[in-house]
């Protein structure tokens, strides 16, 4: 038997309840507005899942991600913003009224902020998911400083990875980078490869990919297989980086928002899209640094901008 959806109405609804989405939160509520965030995983996002963060400021002694992100929660929370646990399926948003729609629900709401992040895409190899916050990391400005006189491994190529691994080298004694190509080929522009290469700190080992990583509690090693030869080759290490991109959490808003070709939603100073009345906020959409200080900023323009869209809105009825 097909069951009707409930459907509900907001003023403002947010996607997603990490850094960006919060932030958005807490600027919404507080200025009155009826506000929904849905959120399909825990609260706080990435961030959450983050041990240790030194950058945030206004934490002298760093805090954890899970912590900080219950600040947010709870900031949010104090200015009755709602919260459900549930997955978007799907969403309208060409029309006066934004319709989103739940497993169970269908949201109705005057504007929207879309602060649904990025998941830094993954190698797939054996150890992996296991090691991800105990060794494995994504984030060279989050995790480089506690590598001070370590071997670290860097994979990928691509600008990020490469200009990663250059700044590890203020840290790290040995930066050994994994590299799917041959000798002396890389992903990045040529001024940072020349200058990878010539840096003593670096070490590049050509035409591999990660077999499997080593470790339990800890990572041990990167096994690298190289790819002519199929040799394996253990990489002991403190560290293993993966620098492979990042993929937008935005499929759902395709063929809707203008976005680029991984599907990073691009908007203005702003935060708004090409549709009124929608925003997006934080690392789905594009921008130079995806840190919990720029979601910070991002949610609170788009809070603002929600806020003022509906204040005119309103007016001209
Ligand atoms: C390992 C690691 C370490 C890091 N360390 C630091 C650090 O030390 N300092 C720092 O500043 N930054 C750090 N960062 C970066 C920082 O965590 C991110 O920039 C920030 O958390 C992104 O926040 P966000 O709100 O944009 O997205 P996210 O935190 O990704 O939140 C998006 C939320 O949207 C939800 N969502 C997605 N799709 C849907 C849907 N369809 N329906 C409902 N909900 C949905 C997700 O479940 C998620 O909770 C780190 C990142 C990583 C990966």
């Known amino acids: ?35 929904l965030v849905l959120e399909q995983s825990l609260v706080g996002g990435l961030a959450a899942g983050t041990g240790e963060i030194e950058n945030y400021p206004g934490f002298p002694d760093g805090t954890d991600g899970k912590s900080l992100m219950e600040l947010f929660y709870k900031q949010a ?6 919260f459900k646990f549930t997955d978007v399926k799907r969403a309208d948003l060409i029309n006066d009224v934004k319709i989103i729609e739940t497993f169970r629900n269908i949201y109705e709401a005057e504007a929207v902020i879309i602060a649904s992040g990025a998941r830094p895409r993954i190698t797939g190899a054996p150890n992996e998911e296991k090691l991800i916050g105990k060794g494995i990391s994504f984030c060279a400005v989050c995790d480089a400083a506690s590598n001070t006189g370590k071997t670290v491994v860097v994979i990928g190529s691509g600008d ?33 490869k020349a200058t990878a290469l010539s840096n003593p700190k670096m070490e590049f080992i050509w035409n591999t990919v990660v077999d499997h990583f080593d470790g339990d509690d800890q990572i041990e090693a990167v096994v690298l297989k190289n790819l002519k030869t199929g040799e394996l080759i253990p990489v002991k290490c403190h560290r293993c980086f993966e620098f492979i991109g990042h993929i937008p959490n935005s499929d759902i808003f395709k063929g809707m928002l203008d976005m680029t070709d991984e599907g990073y939603i691009l908007t203005n100073e702003e935060m708004e899209t090409n549709i009124e009345g929608v925003f997006a906020a934080g690392d789905v959409r594009k921008k130079y640094l995806r840190q919990v200080a720029t979601c910070v900023g991002d949610g609170a323009i788009a809070g603002v901008k929600a806020e003022k869209f509906i204040q005119i809105k309103r007016s001209c009825k």
């Open 1 to 35: 038997m097909k069951m009707d959806k409930i459907i509900e109405k907001y003023d403002v609804i947010i996607i997603g309840g990490g850094a960006a989405g919060l932030t958005a939160a807490i600027y919404c509520g507080r200025a009155m507005l009826n506000t």
């Open 77 to 82: 929370r104090r200015f009755n913003v709602k």
């Open 160 to 192: 990020s990875a490469i200009e990663e691994g250059v700044f590890l080298t203020k840290f790290a004694d040995k930066v050994i980078v994994s590299v799917l190509h041959d000798a002396g080929k890389m992903d990045c522009n040529e001024i940072t």
